[in-house]
């Protein structure tokens, strides 16, 4: 298995502002992802991270507003872009390996914007 | 596409009955299932998977699930529950061929077990 921690584990912003999110693996996996959730709801996939290349986005998330950088197989950030209260939510960064086939979250980024 | 649907959003349990957490299913091709755990203000955990195999999965906690392919279920269950188990469980499916590196989860379901 693979344990994740993400930085910072909660934030309070102002809107127009932007926030880096890191997620850390201990060790190399093949697959990263970024979700949101909503406390006590289910999970929206934002994007796929790529290691060397661009994102794959879902429908509804562009680069512009969430960019996102994946340098090697354990690291990985999500900046969310001239926020808005509208972008308060859970962000979840999870990770695995294309065969193992299970993925592992990390603990979430609880995001308030004002 | 592929999905999988939770239509519980809440079960009650007493302590020390068997609980069972529904799931169906809906994919082209056959199906990777995952169940998962997130305790409030925690990230997801894995509980346990079907892949292949014996229909019958056990996985953490003393947690364990049943494939059911004729009625395209994944029913989690446990035979006596405890107050710790009470948290939000997900079921999720991997993707198929073009989306193969894609998970899709279900809306989730509170567990609530009573002393």
Known sequence: ?114 | AQSVAQPEDQVNVAEGNPLTVKCTYSVSGNPYLFWYVQYPNRGLQFLLKYITGDNLVKGSYGFEAEFNKSQTSFHLKKPSALVSDSALYFCAVRGTVSDFNKYYFGSGTKLNVKP
Do not use: H
């Not at chain 1, 102002?14 to 890191?22: A, N």
């Not at chain 1, 060790?27 to 999970?43: C, I």
């Open chain 1, 1 to 114: 298995s693979a344990v994740i921690s993400q930085k910072p584990s909660r934030d309070i912003c102002q809107r127009g502002t932007s926030l880096t999110i890191q997620c850390q693996v201990d060790s190399q996996v093949t697959m990263m992802f970024w979700y949101r959730q909503q406390p006590g709801q289910s999970l929206t996939l934002i994007a796929t991270a790529n290691q060397g290349s661009e994102a794959t986005y879902e429908s509804g998330f562009v680069i512009d507003k969430f960019p996102i950088s994946r340098p090697n197989l354990t690291f990985s950030t999500l900046t969310v872009s001239n926020m808005s209260p509208e972008d308060s939510s859970i962000y979840l960064c999870s990770g695995g390996e294309s065969s193992y086939n299970e993925q592992f979250f990390g603990p979430g980024t609880r995001l308030t914007v004002l």
